[in-house]
């Protein structure tokens, strides 16, 4: 668990980190680790880029998000640059990224790799009206590892319900529907949607058959120093409120060895989450090392804002936390008042 001083020092590297809007179409920057040594060069250019409220992946493309491997073997939405191609739907963009080595492979921060094996080649068609994106794939789509192929599933699934007017995704390879994947078998009797969740985990105390499942963010660190956030599923017991035992999943903190960070202390405690009358949600939250006039590390105040949006329709989010009359993010913002998650997150520099 981190203790009290981790927390804290979070505050003085929330100060390189590139900041969030709060209208719902910003993006969450990442975050630099303390170092003596000077940051490397592309570090040190998102720096200077964010000092002028420029972004370095807005000057190469097209903002596209796309759930790649990172080092730990974890999922992780990152927001890529990609150029837009005249003609051609920027989702074919964000399919191709999941090549490994693939054309896109150089719009890819060091760290990440796309889950589709190399020469995969894709077809896309939507069917609008039932919200479902067909996706047909060549033979090389079947040569993965198979313990990538839960991994196939989530990154597809997950990178294109990021699309408005996609809830489901089917799949296709050589002109055949594909009932089930072609390696280690897992059924493909229906369409796929983000209810499989993504990076799954059981807690310890939750039974299969009595369970529902929640999605959470906690933090990683690339190779180069960046923070990202990482969503992990959580099988719970059934019958909670899905905000709340999301929220307790979050100050649980992550799994031994997953390597991945707390953003909480686990004294931090729940206190209330209400509904307003214009439809965000306030959430309440406990933890004595907070007092007025502090700033509270944004990487955790970002961390419960991606998290309540994630199971509760992506609505704003308000957070009180003890009896503070304001909260607020060493960021600069007020997560006193309603704040959307983010259309894209993890812009991490390539």
Not at 68 to 74: F, P, T, V, Y
Not at 99 to 105: N, R
Not at 313 to 334: A, P
Request: proline share 6%; charged share 20%; aromatic share 6%.
């Amino acid at each position: 668990m981190p203790s009290k001083r981790y927390i804290r020092g979070l505050s003085a590297a929330g100060l390189l980190a590139v900041p969030i809007m709060l209208s719902g179409c910003g993006p969450f920057g990442g975050k630099e680790s303390e170092s003596i040594d000077p940051p490397p060069a592309q570090v040190e250019s998102q720096m200077l880029n964010t000092a002028t409220g420029i972004s370095l992946q807005g000057q190469l493309g097209v903002q596209t998000t796309v759930y790649l491997a990172d080092q730990n073997g974890m999922l992780a939405p990152v927001t890529l640059g990609i150029p837009k191609v005249e003609g051609k739907d920027p989702i074919y963009g964000a399919l191709e990224a999941l090549v490994e080595g693939g054309s896109y492979s150089g719009y890819i921060p060091a760290g990440f790799r796309g889950v589709l094996p190399a020469g995969t080649q894709v077809k896309l068609t939507v069917d609008k009206e039932n919200k479902l994106a067909v996706v047909e794939f060549n033979k090389s789509f079947g040569e993965y590892k198979a313990q990538d192929e839960r991994k196939i599933l989530e990154a597809l699934t997950w990178t294109l319900t990021g699309y408005e007017g996609i809830d489901k995704v089917q799949l296709w390879m050589e002109g055949a529907l594909l009932n089930e994947m072609p390696v280690n078998q897992t059924p493909l009797d229906r369409p796929l949607a983000r209810t499989m969740g993504i990076n799954l985990q059981k807690a310890d105390d939750t039974q299969y058959s009595q369970s529902s499942s929640v999605t959470v963010y906690f933090s990683g660190l690339s190779p180069s120093g960046i923070q990202y956030y990482v969503p992990v599923t959580r099988l719970v017991a059934s019958g909670q409120d899905s905000v709340k035992a999301a929220l307790n999943e979050l100050i649980r903190g992550p799994q031994h060895g997953d390597g991945l960070e707390q953003v909480m202390t686990s004294e931090t405690s729940v206190a209330s989450v209400d509904k307003n009358e214009d439809g965000s949600l306030t959430v309440s939250l406990n933890e004595s090392m907070f007092e007025q006039g502090d700033e509270i590390p944004s990487e955790m105040l970002q961390a419960v804002v991606l998290t309540v949006a994630e199971n509760s329709d992506n609505v704003k989010v308000k957070i009180h936390m003890n009896d503070l009359t304001e909260v607020k993010g060493d960021d600069g913002q007020n997560y006193s008042e309603p704040v959307s998650r983010p259309e894209h997150i993890n812009e991490i520099p390539i």
